[in-house]
């Protein structure tokens, strides 16, 4: 029963309630509902009658009907027993019987019951730690003082967690025996609700001493151990231990409940004076997974915010905080304490050849993976200066991998995170650094000078869950048996490697197909391929509006996000945030984008690139051709889209391409940018005065840049000739003559000289057999060069092929 004094202490109270949309799931009352609390509490008993009340959902007071009125809808699996109330009895609830009795002797019967857990504060258990104590729930069953004071103290930071109803009936076999059934159902609640407490507050944790003194004793540290005493002379096992444990104290995160929760308050604070608001989408991907799995977040990383945004957001709505990967140069005095606590390890850039160091990272990433600690890091190692997702580093995959081959507890679930910023925080250190300054090093002194930037307005921020990639199905895959062979088992390493690879590309694709289009974004898309970013009001209005159209007319996945905004909006808002102005002219009025924000633009322009690759491509081949068949243009698309969707890290395999590229001729002919002569299959442009010809054209700059730079280090190879240049030197060549066109022909696009990006495709040529590396170390080539050559010549219009060879020619 519910007490007066515990009704006016719910009322008082403050929960939320997960899921928001449980009413919607059980609308289905022809089945009887009771609710199966945790523990019983008169005070748990009351919060969930308020949140029944504000839900809409049955009042838990209530009595169940028919043949179970004699019951109430509501009843605890567990109660406190004991003078001291320290001891759980975990005999079948009599209730529970009960409703098992009267679904046996009545086979028309069933009965759902729906798991509920009430969380007072949100604080994995720790030892020797007071404040967490009192502060908030944890695993442990504690006293009633204990509970006085979590009840006071957390009474407006309260979660009524409802859980998957569980029938009866379906637990019942023909003649089963009701004591052994409700035996069943206890098992199966308490698992149910194990799971959603360690997904909502986390694991039960232990002390961070407890922890390394953990990883110290693991055979393989001992084993490194062992083999640096014998492989270096001179070497004392108990230095070597020391050396050990100095780095696991140099890697091991702090993490402090409390600490947590200011800290939400703060980034609260902090977000609403920096941004106009977070937007989280596809939240609803945590609530599928959290549940019974090992979580590990791979977000892409844009800027340094990217640490503490993630985590708020998985906070906020309800998630356990997960453990942050950080790189070391982020443990600076102070600020490196702080964010231990919140949950930050710290691990080198570079440790090949440290067998010792390896080891000790292994086994600590082991051990909180076996605690059931949900983990995050950055694919892509560091932060992206060009706003494209980086080619992804494995070495934190790999070792996630064999930690788990060693001792897979629980299922593993990578969660694909994106991040858009409208303004990123180090947008101006990025273009310095793309332009040839060096980067800058992180420090206190930077940190405390980057402070004077909160004054500024930075739009709004979004953060958009991908599609979750489940390990062990591609484990299966790989290697049917591999829950049954021995972890070092040497045919294991053979496939490692490139699971480790397909597994990186599909994360680096799940994240791209969770993009978020913002108003800025589409801004640095159509200001970016007009000239001098400059255009009148009209005009733009009418790029943006056509851009919109082809993003939802050729959408690229279901979960990416597009501004609500219309042309009009978009323009206001990009002036509000002093990305452009407007300039009154006798002509009319003008939208410019200053040669400075549009060095920045193509950082937020390559957010988005990627969701409008394809139809870009499609454009770019009727930049130099009035008309072409669709078999043309699809043999141009299919030539130049492995290189685009390698870079790029576009969603679709090769064998879609031909039925991507159909798709999007005909979205771009009921946009009117096309035609198409159906009796000659043939695919027509706008004639040269129409507004759609100049509206393709915009579109086609969108990839024509990379496109050139293809064509660039073609050109050049082929000029040097076959078996002259090695890959070095014609990536040297490359990047002088790009930014030797970047001078001369004012291209505002800082990666158009980015090295990296010749690397990767000279790389791609030779993967895919166009070019060869000789005895000598020089590429050499055939006519399958020349050909690629000739399909690019199709695409590039006449004088920027001009443009090119006559560069590479001076």
Known sequence: MISLAGRLWALWSRASLQPDDIAARLTDRSIPLCYVLERASGLDAAMLREACVRAGLPRPTRRLPGPLSGLRACFALERAVGLWRRRLDRRAAPQLLQLLQAVCADPGLDVRLLPVAVYWGRAPQKERSLIRLVLSDDWTLGSRLR????????????????????????????????????????????????????????????????????????????????????????????????????????????????????????????????????????????????????????????????????????????????????????????????????????????????????????????????????????????????????????????????????????PVVFVPVYFGYERVYEGPTYIGELSGKPKQKESVLGFIRSLRRLRERFGRVHVNFGDPIQLDAMLDRYAPDWRESAPRNGERLRWLNALTGELATSIMRNINSAAAVTPINLLALTLLATPRQTALQQDLQQQLAMLLAVLRGVPYHQRVTLTELGPQQIIDYGVALQIITREQQQSGQFVRMSSDNALLATYYRNNVLHLVAVPSLVACCFLGNAAMRTADVQRLALRIYPYIAAELFLRWPEAEVDAVTHQTLQALAALGLLEHDAERDVWRRPAPTAAAALHLSLLAQCTVQTIERYYLVIALLIRAGSGVLSQQMLEERCQQMAQRMTMLYGLNSPEFFDRSLFESYIDLLRERGVVRTDVAGTLVYDEVLVRVASDAELVLSEQIRHSILQVTHS
């Open 147 to 410: 509970r006085m004071f979590s009840v006071l103290l957390n009474s407006r930071r309260v979660m009524v967690q409802f859980g998957t109803p569980l029938s009866l009936r379906s637990l019942l076999d023909d003649g089963a025996d009701p004591a052994l059934a409700a035996r069943r159902a206890a098992r199966l609640i308490r698992q149910q609700q194990a799971d959603a407490r360690a997904a909502h507050i986390g694991p039960d944790l232990s002390h961070r001493r407890t922890i390394l003194a953990q990883v110290l004793r693991a055979r393989a540290v001992r084993a490194a151990v062992a083999a640096e005493v014998r492989d270096k002379p001179g070497s004392m096992r108990r230095q070597v231990l020391e050396t050990a444990q100095a780095y696991g104290e140099e890697i091991a995160a702090n993490y402090s409940h409390a600490f947590v929760a200011m800290l939400s308050n703060l980034l609260t604070w902090l977000w609403n004076r920096l941004y106009d608001g977070v937007e989280v989408r596809h939240i609803e991907t945590l609530r599928e997974v959290a549940r019974g799995n090992e979580v590990i977040y791979v977000p892409c990383h844009r800027s340094h915010i990217d640490y503490l945004l993630l985590s708020y957001a998985i906070y906020q709505h309800g998630y356990a905080i997960p453990h942050i990967a950080a790189g070391l140069n982020l443990n600076m005095p102070v600020i490196g304490r702080l964010l231990r606590k919140g949950g930050a390890f710290f691990i080198r850039r570079r440790f090949r050849g440290n067998a010792l160091y390896t080891a000790v990272v292994m086994q600590y990433l082991g051990a909180i993976m076996a605690r059931g600690h949900s983990i995050e890091y950055f694919i892509e190692g560091g932060r992206s200066r060009t706003g494209r997702l980086l080619a992804p580093a494995t070495g934190m995959l790999t070792m996630t991998l064999r930690s788990y081959l060693r001792e897979p507890r629980r």
